[in-house]
């Protein structure tokens, strides 16, 4: 314990060097802001500042890819409070929260809540991932694809408790999102799959297209269809204002919560944010006493999302830190980091390049403690918009998808689909159809298919393995409880209304 102390107080002075330092600062602004911008993802803004660290040495490589990492799984909540367009899919439960509190007229307090969440849940995950990462690593070893399976499967679950209104229409969302995850190349078998031999269909539908288009599009028609429509309350250049003590310890039992989630569920290689912040949301709305509440403006609910979100930054770290084994797909990229300095992670990384590790350490630390400055200044930016004439305001937000979109693979399909998904989820407004069960069946979807086919394969075909297993089976018995719920609940209502109705 004293080594790691002592290892823990020099990476703190190395990370306060001018180089590694200065590293911190820039990689949490271009974050920040690669995640608030539609389009332009987290991953992105990673892969982009990999070429820039060739020349320099693994410490402050690694500071600035953590920065960037750390940044931009925040900065997607700004543009979801303020416009209702998530910068990623893991700012989706944000969104359903801090917007309504937005139109409330709670902008100001929610864009600081949401700035203490994350610090909260970087800091105190970043704190776990020093002191834990051994155990959490032996933890996330014994896992194989059965219990990724279950862990997903659970995710998708959670769709009974985030449909807002009618969970057979969430259901049906749902399951529309999964029909669209499975349109292209098969991976395993590698057969063409609803493509109706168009070869543009064959990349398959990108999630990130969806989304844009759901949300950012289909917000925006919505807006221009009001008629007589001036603006939501906050239009008026809103000052970030955090939250009192006494507020964030009304939340304490959310925020440990939503901590645990993210970093468990970041420690478990292939998950990532995404899904712990729609399970951490899921659960959160499970155990609240109005759950009926969830969707109209629920600190609860942003609180959630928020800490679990940042939280898996800490956990997805462990990972790769101790066994060599990416826990998302922005800690893919920094394994490439490593390798490119001539470094191997894994369990030897800690005997070779002690300093190293622990800087990172340090460097996480100080950044979540950093990001609530950051996040200030950034919502202030974002703010100033606000300002901006609606009609003029609409027209840059779609300049910046139809950017965003063909960005994404310098394909015009995608733009046409962003464009189609956009009338989609106007309609889906109109309706009042819940457009959330459909993203979360278009992430989640392809990754249970995998897990499915790949534990099914290597079992001969038996179904019970996801059972057989002590933890998959764990996993799976809750969340069948999970589906349960609504019918369990509405039998308990049937059942109350009994008596009342014979007396």
Same mark, same amino acid.
């Given at each position: 314990?004293?080594?790691?102390?002592?290892?823990?107080?020099?990476?703190?002075? +190395?990370?306060?060097?001018?180089?590694?330092?200065?590293?911190?600062?820039?990689?949490?602004?271009?974050?920040?802001?690669?995640?608030?911008?539609?389009?332009?993802?987290?991953?992105?803004?990673?892969?982009?500042?990999?070429?820039?660290?060739?020349?320099?040495?693994?410490?402050?490589?690694?500071?600035?890819?953590?920065?960037?990492?750390?940044?931009?799984?925040?900065?997607?909540?700004? &543009?979801?409070?303020?416009?209702?367009?998530?910068?990623?899919?893991?700012?989706? %439960?944000?969104? !359903?929260?801090?917007?309504?509190? +937005?139109?409330?007229?709670? *902008?100001?307090?929610?864009?600081?809540?949401?700035?203490?969440?994350?610090?909260?849940?970087?800091?105190?995950?970043?704190?776990?991932?020093?002191?834990?990462?051994?155990?959490?690593?032996?933890?996330?070893?014994?896992?194989?694809?059965?219990?990724?399976?279950?862990?997903?499967?659970?995710?998708?679950?959670?769709?009974?408790?985030?449909?807002?209104?009618?969970?057979?229409?969430?259901?049906?969302?749902? /399951?529309?999102?999964?029909?669209?995850?499975?349109?292209?190349?098969?991976?395993?078998?590698?057969?063409?799959?609803? &493509?109706?031999?168009?070869?543009?269909?064959?990349?398959?539908?990108?999630?990130?297209?969806?989304?844009?288009?759901?949300?950012?599009?289909?917000?925006?028609?919505?807006?221009?269809?009001?008629?007589?429509?001036? *603006?939501?309350?906050?239009?008026?250049? %809103?000052?970030?204002?955090?939250?009192?003590?006494?507020?964030? !310890?009304?939340?304490?039992?959310?925020?440990?919560?939503?901590?645990?989630?993210?970093?468990?569920?970041?420690?478990?290689?292939?998950?990532?944010?995404?899904?712990?912040?729609?399970?951490?949301?899921?659960?959160?709305?499970?155990?609240?006493?109005?759950?009926?509440?969830?969707? &109209?403006?629920? !600190?609860?609910?942003?609180?959630?999302?928020?800490?679990?979100?940042?939280?898996?930054?800490?956990?997805?770290?462990?990972?790769?830190?101790?066994?060599?084994?990416?826990?998302?797909?922005?800690?893919?990229?920094?394994?490439?980091?490593?390798?490119?300095?001539?470094?191997? #992670?894994? #369990?030897?990384?800690?005997?070779?390049?002690?300093?190293?590790?622990?800087?990172?350490?340090?460097?996480?630390?100080?950044? +979540?403690?950093?990001?609530?400055?950051?996040?200030?200044?950034?919502?202030?930016?974002?703010?100033?918009?606000?300002?901006?004439?609606?009609?003029?305001?609409?027209?840059?937000?779609?300049?910046?998808?139809?950017?965003?979109? /063909?960005?994404?693979?310098?394909?015009?399909?995608?733009? !046409?689909?962003?464009?189609?998904?956009?009338?989609?989820?106007?309609?889906?407004?109109?309706?009042?159809? %819940?457009?959330?069960?459909?993203?979360?069946?278009?992430?989640?979807?392809?990754?249970?298919?995998?897990?499915?086919?790949?534990?099914?394969?290597?079992?001969?075909?038996?179904? &019970?393995?996801?059972?057989?297993? %002590?933890?998959?089976?764990?996993?799976?018995?809750?969340?069948?409880?999970?589906?349960?719920? #609504?019918?369990?609940?509405?039998?308990?209502?049937?059942?109350?209304?009994?008596?009342?109705?014979?007396?």
């Amino acid at each position: 314990m004293f080594d790691q102390l002592s290892l823990l107080g020099s990476g703190l002075l +190395n990370t306060f060097d001018l180089l590694n330092f200065s590293m911190i600062l820039i990689g949490l602004s271009i974050g920040i802001l690669a995640g608030a911008l539609p389009g332009i993802t987290m991953l992105n803004a990673i892969v982009l500042v990999l070429p820039f660290t060739y020349l320099m040495g693994i410490v402050p490589a690694l500071l600035l890819m953590t920065s960037v990492y750390c940044g931009g799984v925040f900065g997607g909540s700004i &543009t979801g409070i303020l416009f209702n367009i998530p910068g990623d899919p893991m700012n989706v %439960p944000t969104t !359903w929260e801090g917007y309504q509190l +937005n139109k409330k007229g709670f *902008v100001s307090k929610a864009l600081g809540m949401a700035i203490m969440c994350s610090a909260i849940g970087g800091f105190l995950s970043a704190v776990i991932m020093t002191v834990a990462s051994p155990l959490f690593a032996k933890v996330a070893l014994s896992f194989s694809t059965c219990e990724y399976f279950a862990v997903v499967f659970l995710g998708l679950a959670s769709v009974v408790v985030i449909g807002t209104r009618s969970v057979g229409s969430a259901f049906i969302s749902l /399951f529309i999102g999964m029909l669209l995850g499975t349109v292209g190349m098969d991976e395993i078998y590698g057969a063409a799959r609803f &493509t109706f031999g168009s070869r543009i269909m064959e990349t398959g539908i990108s999630f990130t297209t969806v989304l844009i288009g759901i949300f950012a599009i289909g917000e925006v028609l919505d807006q221009l269809s009001v008629k007589g429509k001036q *603006v939501i309350s906050g239009r008026l250049r %809103p000052k970030t204002k955090l939250p009192k003590l006494e507020d964030l !310890w009304k939340l304490r039992n959310t925020i440990l919560r939503g901590l645990g989630i993210g970093v468990v569920i970041g420690a478990i290689p292939g998950t990532g944010a995404t899904v712990a912040s729609f399970i951490s949301y899921g659960v959160e709305k499970q155990v609240s006493k109005h759950p009926e509440k969830f969707g &109209t403006g629920v !600190w609860e609910g942003l609180a959630a999302s928020e800490t679990a979100i940042n939280g898996s930054t800490g956990g997805a770290m462990i990972p790769l830190l101790t066994l060599g084994i990416p826990g998302s797909g922005a800690t893919a990229v920094m394994m490439g980091a490593f390798l490119l300095h001539g470094i191997q #992670p894994g #369990p030897l990384l800690f005997a070779k390049s002690p300093e190293a590790v622990y800087t990172i350490f340090a460097g996480m630390l100080v950044c +979540n403690l950093i990001m609530i400055l950051a996040g200030l200044v950034t919502a202030k930016f974002f703010s100033e918009l606000m300002r901006v004439p609606e009609d003029m305001l609409s027209a840059f937000i779609i300049s910046f998808c139809l950017l965003g979109a /063909f960005a994404l693979r310098n394909d015009m399909a995608d733009v !046409w689909f962003m464009v189609i998904f956009g009338i989609v989820g106007y309609f889906m407004r109109r309706f009042d159809i %819940p457009s959330a069960p459909m993203i979360l069946g278009l992430i989640l979807g392809p990754l249970a298919e995998r897990y499915f086919i790949t534990s099914i394969i290597g079992a001969g075909n038996d179904f &019970t393995i996801f059972f057989r297993r %002590p933890m998959s089976g764990t996993i799976m018995i809750i969340s069948i409880g999970l589906l349960l719920m #609504p019918f369990i609940r509405g039998l308990i209502k049937k059942g109350k209304k009994r008596p009342e109705e014979a007396a």
